[in-house]
């Protein structure tokens, strides 16, 4: 692997949204002795890394309402009958928007689909404060989505311990060679490779296939952005993916559980080292 290059904060789309979340985390800041005390009692989900160790390559199936690249997806889009039909479908854990201005999600989607939905739920959010970490876990997230573009180094590593010493899982994303060493440093519990740079919004379908191939086999292998059809995901397959993120295509199809039956039954190509 490449040695750590200089960490610059981000820029463009991602880095607004950040600065957006920071400022969510500095109004959440005063109830972290509540959320804390909240968290202690919460019982954690299901495990997201177990979970994605399928025979065939495991479908995360996301709540989306909208995002920047594409506006509006599904805005009346209900978390709970979503989440029961992308189980009823074949998902093998779910993904839940909690960013509010570009993505139309809320801490109540989490909550409700964790107390309705007996499947691992992954809280993704812009999340760069320990206590928004606090936050998921008194929300009863399994997971937590750290993207390591958001995160210096030295903060990544923070975020990581932090969510583990709370009993949640990370699920660290990457977009290079030197992101995905920060992510093993890191200890994740499993790494995402998102075709999307979300800082100019574009999408490049191989950088999850370039990427994938270098994960750890110990870890789980996730590729995100631009999985539509089963082609993408046997494209992801023959990378080494254990699992694929899916979002807009499937919170947009008139029938989630038949959109996500199509996705679910590609072989899994385990990677070797």
Known sequence: MQAYSVWTPPSGTLGR??????????ELAPQASALARRAESAARGPSLAAALRRPHVAVIAEIKRRSPSKGAIAPGLSAVAQAEAYRAGGAAALSILTEPL????????LVAVRGAVPLPVLRKDFLIEPVQLVEAAALGASAVLLIARALDPAALRTMADAARDLGLETLIEVRSEAELERAIAARADAIGVNNRNLETLEIDADTAVRLIPRIPAAIPAVAES????????????????????????????????RAVRALVMVGRRPRVG
Request: aromatic content about 2%; overall charge negative; charged content about 30%.
């Open 226 to 257: 631009g999985v539509r059809e089963v082609g993408d995901v046997e494209r992801a397959a023959l990378a080494g993916a254990d699992a694929v993120l899916v979002g807009s295509s499937i919170s947009a199809a008139a029938d989630g559980e």
């Open 102 to 109: 570009h993505f139309g999600g809320s801490p109540d989607d």
């Open 17 to 26: 949204i950040v600065g957006e979340a920071r400022e969510r985390a500095r």
